[in-house]
């Protein structure tokens, strides 16, 4: 059974770190691309970046790039997203999602793990 377990949510005010983690298992976690997704109240779900399984590029939406860094762990079937100079509006509920590439249409979810900043 797949499994994709995201922790590491909380509340941190403006200005803070975070750091998500995304342990995955039921699945050969170098051939998948994990992607992280976050959806705020009242907004569509937006992916803000995903690591590629093959050659471990990665990717940031530009809301997030230069805060966020992704990094993984294959020894542990975790991926890791480090999230710097947090804002207001990053608060969202955070979700890491599976499948072969960075740029499909993700098959496997995890549930979701809440992260708010105050202002």
């Known amino acids: 059974e797949v499994q994709l377990q995201a922790s590491g949510g909380g509340l941190v005010q403006a200005g803070g770190s975070l750091r998500l983690s995304c342990a995955a298992s039921?699945?050969?976690?170098?051939?998948?691309?994990i992607g992280w997704f976050r959806q705020a109240p009242g907004k569509e779900r937006e992916g803000i970046s995903c690591?590629?399984?093959?050659?471990?590029?990665?990717y940031y939406t530009h809301s997030v790039k230069g805060r966020f860094t992704l990094s993984s762990d294959n020894a542990k079937n975790t991926v890791y997203l480090q999230m710097n100079s947090l804002k207001p509006e990053d608060t969202a509920v955070y979700y890491c999602?599976?499948?072969?590439?960075?740029?499909?249409?993700?098959?496997?979810w995890g549930q979701g793990t809440q992260v708010t900043v105050s202002s």
């Open positions: 999602a599976a499948d072969r590439l960075c740029g499909a249409n993700f098959q496997y």
């Open positions: 039921g699945f050969t976690f170098d051939d998948y691309a």
């Open positions: 690591i590629e399984s093959s050659d471990g590029s990665t």
